[in-house]
């Protein structure tokens, strides 16, 4: 078997999911994009209802449900004026107690925090793409923001105080550069 066997069918893959993306975002009514963001919150509520370790699939669905119906809520309620801007408030204040708690606190919780932390995640992503869409030059904003998240690098360079940090193991990074540390730098 040829060490290539497995990027031949990885490339007609990503071509056909890039085609079909783009079709989605500038050929088709804004609506479709909707119908994928909820498409790939679903399917990261069923991949993040792994985490919680529940034993029968009904469970598993049940969790893909509640974040469907809260994804639903908090995109009629995100329309109200003023609404998104505490939504969003909210999510950053999330991320950065998620920040704090891996970097200070790496305990794995119980079931009941993993699952409110799937809901944290996942409710305002889906939220801000499906907003982000509906602006003035939505798709092309969308396609930006999906192309910086996409793109990946082994080594990242902070343009602000110029600290290397890499995506690696501690132990590779240090090997490699005395300067790599695994984790972001969060000067701003």
């Avoid at 004026?81 to 970097?103: C, D, E, N, Q, R």
């Avoid at 119980?110 to 305002?124: D, S, Y």
Wanted: hydrophobic content about 55%; proline content about 3%.
């Amino acid at each position: 078997m040829s060490r290539y066997a497995g990027l031949r069918q990885r490339v007609p893959t990503a071509i056909a999911l890039a085609v079909a993306l783009l079709l989605v975002l500038f050929a088709l009514p804004a609506v479709f994009t909707t119908v994928l963001v909820a498409l790939v919150v679903l399917s990261g509520a069923w991949e993040w209802s792994a985490f919680l370790k529940l034993q029968q699939a009904l469970w598993r669905h049940a969790y893909v449900l509640l974040v469907g119906v809260t994804c639903l809520a908090a995109w009629q309620y995100s329309r109200a004026p003023g609404a998104l801007s505490l939504l969003m408030g909210i999510a950053a204040i999330w991320w950065l107690v998620a920040f704090a708690w891996v970097m200070f606190a790496p305990t794995r919780g119980g079931r009941g925090v993993t699952a409110i932390a799937g809901l944290c995640v996942m409710v305002p992503a889906g939220v801000a793409l499906q907003h982000l869409r509906f602006e003035d030059n939505g798709a092309w904003v969308l396609l930006f923001a999906l192309v910086v998240v996409m793109r990946r690098r082994r080594v990242s360079r902070c343009a602000t105080c110029g600290v290397t940090f890499c995506k690696t193991s501690r132990k590779r990074s240090i090997a490699r550069s005395k300067s790599c540390t695994p984790i972001a730098c969060v000067c701003a």
